[in-house]
Nanobody, 120 residues
Framework: QVQLVESGGGLVQAGGSLRLSCAASGSILSIEAMAWYRQVPGKQRELVAEITSGGNTNYGDSVKGRFTISRDNAKRMGYLQMNSLKPEDTGIYYC??????????????WGQGTQVTVSS
């Protein structure tokens, strides 16, 4: 079992910043990719940012230049620094982690989500 817990969401004014955190725990051998997704009512969940085990990153077009994804492999933590927030960034942010368990089984886990609300 792999568990993910997100934190750091909240209410912020447009132009402000938030930092989301994702803590992974359980029978983890290795974490390959970590990603953040965003979902708003009536729309599909969309990729915000992802980072590989080697540190390569990929961002959604709407957040490029404003958001930064990072990870701490030793602590099994992932982060999303969100700057210059816009009202359209509002949504539930989910952490997603892919990797291998201590039993060499692949896993793909989701956190419970954290709400981010940006007021205009």
């Amino acid at each position: 079992q792999v568990q993910l817990v997100e934190s750091g969401g909240g209410l912020v004014q447009a132009g402000g910043s938030l930092r989301l955190s994702c803590a992974a725990s359980g029978s983890i051998l290795s974490i390959e990719a970590m990603a953040w997704y965003r979902q708003v009512p009536g729309k599909q969940r969309e990729l915000v940012a992802e980072i590989t085990s080697g540190g390569n990153t990929n961002y959604g077009d709407s957040v490029k230049g404003r958001f930064t994804i990072s990870r701490d492999n030793a602590k099994r933590m992932g982060y999303l620094q969100m700057n210059s927030l816009k009202p359209e960034d509002t949504g539930i942010y989910y952490c997603n982690v892919e990797g291998y368990t201590e039993y060499y089984h692949s896993f793909n886990s989701w956190g419970q989500g954290t709400q981010v609300t940006v007021s205009s």
